[in-house]
């Protein structure tokens, strides 16, 4: 069975900084590229940054680059996103979700990052 | 960053069909395959249509996709009151290099 289990969300201050963690299970991760998704409170969704199997590629939104770094642990079957400069915007619940050929087919439960002073 | 448009909201009775339209441009529906996703309240969302038209294993037949041109359309036939959800679009956009979502539409059974 496929399973995200993502973490780190936390309270941080505007230009803090945090590090998202996704655990993946049930398949082989190195075979597939990750994407994280957020939703900010009471808001649609909003794709944030993937990243491709070997880690070679990567994209993100334009409101977090330069801030935000997507990166891979093929090894130890995780996903990460490096957050800093936080900003009040970037407060919503983030998703990893795994990606296969530009569709998102499975999505974990999702961590709180709350920005605020 | 673009969105694809989406209606804010819909409603039917149970029983009835609805549809959601999805309004994009050339460097995104127009090129690239376009995925639904539907979100249960205080859920995660789960993947409902994926490459325009096709349904994962476990999603009923109720739901379908189409695509035309720049836009896309997600019906639901037969509505039944857990299909209450909030719904998006989306689609690989080439000249941002980002995956776009639409702005979600809120499904509701009356």
């Known amino acids: 069975e496929v399973q995200l289990v993502e973490s780190g969300g936390n309270l941080v201050k505007p230009g803090g900084f945090l590090r998202l963690s996704c655990a993946a299970s049930?398949?082989?991760?190195?075979?597939?590229?990750m994407t994280w998704v957020r939703q900010a409170p009471g808001k649609g969704l909003e794709w944030v940054a993937n990243i491709k199997e070997d880690g070679s590629e990567k994209y993100y939104v334009d409101s977090v680059k330069g801030r935000f770094t997507i990166f891979r642990d093929n090894a130890d079957n995780s996903l990460f996103l490096r957050m800093t400069s936080l900003r009040v915007e970037d407060t919503a619940i983030y998703y990893c979700?795994?990606?296969?050929?530009?569709?998102?087919?499975?999505w974990g439960q999702g961590t709180l990052v709350t920005v605020t002073s | 960053q673009s969105v694809l448009s989406q209606p804010p909201s819909t409603s039917g009775t149970p029983g009835q069909r609805v549809t959601i339209s999805c309004s994009g441009s050339d460097s995104n529906i127009g090129t690239n395959i376009v995925n639904w996703y539907q979100q249960l309240p205080g859920t995660a969302p789960k993947l409902l249509i994926y490459?325009?038209?096709q349904r994962p294993s476990g999603v009923p037949d109720r739901f379908s996709g189409s695509k035309s041109g720049t836009s896309a359309s997600l019906a639901i036939s037969g509505l039944q009151s857990e299909d209450e959800a909030d719904y998006y679009c989306?689609?690989?956009?080439?000249?941002?290099?980002?995956?776009?979502f639409g702005t979600g539409t809120k499904v509701s059974v009356l």
């Open positions: 979700a795994r990606d296969y050929r530009g569709w998102l087919e499975y």
């Open positions: 490459d325009n038209y």
């Open positions: 989306a689609a690989w956009d080439g000249s941002l290099r980002s995956h776009l």
């Open positions: 049930g398949f082989t991760f190195s075979r597939y590229w």
